[in-house]
């Protein structure tokens, strides 16, 4: 009986500081943080670099203006919360693994050379906005709708009629 007690209380004390949940699939989830199965915040990984002084709000630079389109990475958009004096730098070539913000994918090797660049924006106050994921947005960075005029590749080859 007391060899049961001292095994349960070791048991116990073990989960209590890994704080990790069950066993199966979900034993590597830690507890409280955030929901099995759920995302976390697109921004959550995400490291933003302030505002330097000399640095005016708004649109920065000219990228905003490149006449391409990049790879339609999903159809929907993102919101985010934007912070105030933060610089986000918004991907157009649809290639970055860090959706809808760039990671420097551009880049490399393996991305066709699109001649696209991150826009990047400084909000002048704490704002929601919606980001387009789509790359075809006339209002870069912002979504404009264009993603619900967007047609499949199938639909447009006839493939499955």
Not at 46 to 57: C, G, M, R, S, T
Request: hydrophobic share 30%; charged share 25%.
């Amino acid at each position: 009986m007391v060899r049961g007690t001292e095994v349960l209380a070791v048991c116990q004390s073990l989960a209590k500081f890994s704080s990790k949940t069950g066993w199966g699939p979900y034993r590597l989830h830690r507890f409280g943080l955030h929901f099995v199965g759920t995302e976390p915040s697109v921004l959550k990984y995400h490291l933003i670099p302030n505002k330097k002084p000399n640095e005016p709000y708004g649109l920065q630079g000219v990228n905003h203006l490149l006449p391409g389109k990049g790879k339609c990475h999903s159809r929907l958009p993102i919101k985010i919360h934007m912070k105030k004096d933060k610089v986000y730098q918004w991907c157009s070539c649809g290639y970055s693994g860090n959706q809808p913000l760039c990671d420097g994918t551009h880049n490399s090797l393996r991305v066709p050379d699109l001649k696209l660049k991150p826009v990047r924006f400084i909000p002048d106050k704490d704002m929601t906005v919606w980001l387009c994921n789509c790359k075809q947005t006339n209002n870069r960075p912002f979504c404009d709708g264009t993603h619900k005029t967007i047609v499949d590749e199938d639909k447009r080859v006839n493939l499955f009629e």
